[in-house]
C-alpha cells in the first residue's frame, strides 16, 4: 500500500513540477479590460500565446483580440509586478509595440518570433536594470514569467494606460497532463481497492 502512494506521489510531482525546467515553455492569458489595472468596461476581448525558450533564445508571441473601444497603438508585455498575477509593471519587450503587431484597429492577429539575446526584443531600461545585457533581460523575463509577474497589454488611443490585458500563466505540457491522469487514476483504483475491501 505504501509503495502505490509513493509512486502516486512521485508521479504528481513530475507531473506538476516538469514544467518549471522544461524549455521551451509556454505562456497564455486571456485578454479584457477588467484585468487592466485600474480595472475599465472596454467590451474587448483577447488572448495572447507566448513561448520563451532560453535554450534557443527565442521569444514566440501570438495574440488575437477584437471589439476594442479605440485604435491600437501599443502591445507588448509588462514585467516583473511585485505579486504574481496582480498589479502593474513597466514594460519589459519593444516598445512601443512588438514589431509587426497591427497598429490603428480594433480587432487583429499577430504572430511573430523574437531573438532574446538581441537587444532590440526589449525595451532599453528593461537591460539596463536586469544586468544591462540582452541575457539578463532574457533570464529576468523567464522567471517573471515562472513567477506569474507579467502581463500581456494592448494599448488604444481610448485607454493609454491598456484597454485589454491579462497575466500570463503555464500551458501545461500533453506529457504533465498525461502523467498527471495515470496519477489520478491509479488514486481512483486505490480508492476503490479499499471500498471494496
Known sequence: MKARLFVFALVLVLALGSNAFADPISYFALLSGP???PPNASPGTGWALVT??????????????????GLTTAAHIHCCTVTPGAGAAGVATQTPSF?????GVTAGVFANVYDTLDAATYRAGFISANGGTPAGAEAALALGMADGKTYFNIHTNVFPGGEIRGFLVPVPEPASILLLGVGLAGLVGIGRKRLQS
Open 35 to 37: 484585468n487592466e489595472f
Open 52 to 69: 520563451i525558450d532560453t535554450i534557443a533564445h527565442t521569444l514566440a508571441v501570438q495574440a488575437s483580440f477584437s471589439d476594442l473601444m
Open 99 to 103: 514589431i509587426g503587431f497591427p497598429l
